[in-house]
């Protein structure tokens, strides 16, 4: 690929420069939040950075589910994409230049979700902040948690400390404080929310910022009395990081890159949709799958044991077959598959396919 605007290329390798222009990439005009001038704790934001990433290395486990994402092989790089693949980067790509939230769905197993894990693994992101789904969900529960029965029972027994010390943002908070660079923010799943839980983000994605109202009711510029501590320390969703809340209110900077997945098992409200980028997921071609293999189990494994891979590979494609059924498998049964027949304790040649019909069957079957 060629095209200098792609800052995201899905090719799970980090590029400094695509990440320096990411900092200094112009918002559209009418897409433009807060401003470092009006920030008194700039140098704290700022600050802050350098903890994140720090945190996300940490995190091994999440580091390589970005790190071996892949949607092309390196050696068809210079090659002429596919359109489906050529879709999911332009969308991720557009999304971050326009500030606007991703709508991503497809099958299960077809990376919807690790998407989030390579842009901010591509792009140097630090950790992902991620908000999974169910029908109880609450915005309430993103944005922020107040625990005002443990502030209580602290006064009880004389022992209250400040009122951030009660307060934690939840992953959606956490996104949109002010920041240098975007956070990536996962929201698993939201087509399993209650119905009125997209609605309830619109103007929170359209103006990047909400009250934490306990603390807006003490702010100074609020409260006749200034007898509160301001600005306010708070917890984030981020581990042993907190921040710093300027008269009760979050306001992003720069606005997160924000990646909903949904299975596609309802449909959202048009003003929802208006607000996102939608795109579909592929599923995995055979050259995708050597790809992924060979991120997760490295080129030497995959050559030794070419003849088992590339056997499951077709097999996990149905190759082969006349009439071939919807795959409707996921691209980690694959990689379960070859882990078990090609490890040290691989099971003896007449428990192979035994093996291969536990672990590759398709997610429509019941029994």
């Known amino acids: 690929m060629t095209e200098d605007w792609h800052l995201f290329r899905g090719n799970g390798q980090q590029r400094e420069k695509a990440t320096e222009i990411l900092k200094n990439l112009e918002p559209p005009p009418w897409r433009k939040f807060g401003q470092w001038s009006d920030l008194e704790n700039s140098q704290e934001i700022r600050d802050r950075w350098p903890e994140i990433r720090q945190l996300a290395?940490?995190?091994?486990r999440e580091q390589l589910r970005?790190?071996?994402?892949?949607?092309?092989?390196?050696?068809?790089?210079?090659?002429?994409?596919?359109s489906d693949i050529r879709d999911v980067i332009n969308a991720v790509n557009a999304a971050i230049y326009l500030r606007r939230p991703l709508l991503v769905t497809g099958n299960p197993g077809s990376g919807k979700s690790t998407l989030a894990y390579a842009i901010a693994h591509e792009l140097d992101l630090g950790t992902v902040l991620s908000w999974s789904i169910t029908a109880r969900t609450t915005i309430q529960e993103g944005l922020y948690r107040y625990d005002a029965i443990g502030r209580l029972q602290d006064a009880q027994q004389g022992e209250e400390l400040h009122i951030g010390n009660y307060i934690k943002l939840?992953?959606?908070?956490t996104a949109f404080l002010a920041s240098d660079l975007p956070?990536?923010?996962?929201i698993d799943e939201i087509d399993k929310s209650d119905i009125n839980l997209p609605n309830d983000l619109l103007n929170l994605l359209e103006e990047g910022q909400f009250p934490i109202?306990?603390?807006v009711r003490r702010s100074p510029k609020n409260n006749s009395e200034k007898n509160e501590i301001e600005p306010f320390t708070i917890n984030t969703q981020d581990e042993g990081i907190e921040a710093v809340i300027e008269d009760g209110w979050v306001r992003c900077q720069a606005f997160p890159i924000i990646v909903m997945t949904s299975n596609g098992e309802r449909d959202f409200p048009p003003?929802?949709?208006?607000?996102?980028l939608r795109i579909t997921m592929p599923d995995p071609k055979k050259e995708g799958l050597e790809a992924i293999v060979k991120a997760h189990f490295g080129d030497e494994k995959f050559n030794e044991y070419a003849d088992i891979i590339n056997s499951l590979i077709s097999e996990f494609l149905d190759e082969g077959k006349a009439n071939k059924i919807a795959r409707n498998r996921a691209t980690d049964q694959l990689l379960n598959t070859i882990y078990v027949l090609t490890?040290?304790?691989?099971p003896k040649a007449k428990d192979e396919e035994?093996?291969?019909?536990?672990?590759?069957k398709r997610l429509s079957d019941n029994d």
Not at 57 to 60: A, G, Q, T, V, W
Request: with cysteine; glycine share 6%; net charge positive.
């Open 57 to 60: 290395k940490k995190r091994e």
């Open 170 to 173: 939840g992953a959606l908070g």
């Open 354 to 360: 035994s093996v291969k019909n536990l672990l590759l």
């Open 343 to 346: 490890c040290s304790l691989s």
């Open 66 to 82: 970005g790190k071996n994402f892949r949607l092309y092989t390196e050696a068809s790089e210079n090659q002429e994409l596919s």
């Open 213 to 215: 109202d306990e603390l």
């Open 271 to 276: 003003a929802f949709k208006r607000r996102c």
């Open 183 to 186: 956070r990536v923010l996962l």
